[in-house]
Nanobody
Framework: QVQLVESGGGLVQRGGSLRLSCAAS????????MGWYRQAPGKQRELVAV???????TLADSVKGRFTISRDNAENTVYLQMSSLRSEDTAIYYC???????????????WGQGTQVTVSS
C-alpha cells in the first residue's frame, strides 16, 4: 500500500513563503513524475508544478518565478517552495506521484490527502 503524506501547509501573509513536503512510502520500486496540484473553492483542480526523475520541471505560468519544485529521490520526497504568495494561491494543495511498486511492471498514479494553504491580505 502506498501513502503520500503532505506537510507544511498553513496560514501565511501575502508576500510570505511556505514550503510543502510530500513523502511517499510503501513497497516502492521507483517513482517517475512527482508533482503538486491545487484546488481553490469553486474551481477545478489545476497543475501547479511537476518534476520527473531526472529533475526536469514544469510549472504553471501563474507560479513561474515564485514557486520552485524539487525532489529527493533517495527519500521519495517532493518539495514545493512557495514565495511571494498571493491571495489567489489560497487552495488545498495535493501531492501526486506515478509509482511502480516492487514486483509490478506498470506505474500507478497516487494522490495525497491535501494540505490547506491560506494567504491572508
Amino acid at each position: 500500500q502506498v501513502q503520500l503524506v503532505e506537510s507544511g501547509g498553513g496560514l501565511v501573509q501575502r508576500g510570505g513563503s511556505l514550503r510543502l513536503s510530500c513523502a511517499a512510502s510503501g513497497n516502492i520500486a521507483s517513482i517517475s513524475a512527482m508533482g503538486w496540484y491545487r484546488q481553490a473553492p469553486g474551481k477545478q483542480r489545476e497543475l501547479v508544478a511537476v518534476i520527473n526523475w531526472g529533475g526536469i520541471t514544469t510549472l504553471a505560468d501563474s507560479v513561474k518565478g515564485r514557486f520552485t519544485i524539487s525532489r529527493d529521490n533517495a527519500e521519495n520526497t517532493v518539495y514545493l517552495q512557495m514565495s511571494s504568495l498571493r491571495s489567489e494561491d489560497t487552495a488545498i494543495y495535493y501531492c501526486n506521484a506515478n509509482i511502480r511498486l516492487a514486483r509490478d511492471v506498470s506505474y500507478v498514479n497516487y494522490w495525497g490527502q491535501g494540505t490547506q494553504v491560506t494567504v491572508s491580505s
